[in-house]
């Protein structure tokens, strides 16, 4: 596997799809087996910020060693919620990145927060 960063922005639910498909192809890239487990949490991370903050002011994809890192920094400083319960709107997104990364959480910042997860990249 290749180490790299991709740095992205989506504004709105087409951008979120746009994004998808640049990750997709960086992973290839990079030689990262795990496509889909990745994809899924990036799609979940900046769908969340661009539902419920607006935007996704920025977007980190990173590749060290053997983990895909995404960070998703947006401009509310409202804590990201894991509902108990999903309906047909929606409400497992937070509860598919717990499954999936080996680790995910989140900090404030000066503008808003930081959502991150790591996720395994297999060979």
Do not use: I, Y
């Not at 895909?68 to 894991?82: K, L, N, W």
């Not at 717990?98 to 959502?115: I, N, P, S």
């Amino acid at each position: 596997m290749v180490a790299g960063t991709l740095e992205l922005w989506a504004g709105t639910p087409a951008d979120v799809a746009l994004g998808r498909h640049a990750v997709e192809a960086r992973l290839l890239q990079w030689g990262c087996g795990s496509l889909d487990d990745v994809l899924l949490v990036f799609s979940e991370l900046v769908t969340n910020a661009v539902t419920h903050a607006g935007s996704a002011e920025s977007v980190l994809v990173r590749l060290d060693d053997t983990a895909v890192t995404v960070v998703v920094e947006d401009a509310s400083a409202s804590s990201p919620q894991m509902r108990v319960g999903g309906d047909a709107s929606g409400g497992f997104g937070l509860r598919l990145v717990d499954q999936l990364a080996t680790e995910w959480g989140w900090e404030q910042t000066d503008t808003g927060k930081k959502v991150w997860a790591n996720v395994p990249c297999l060979d």
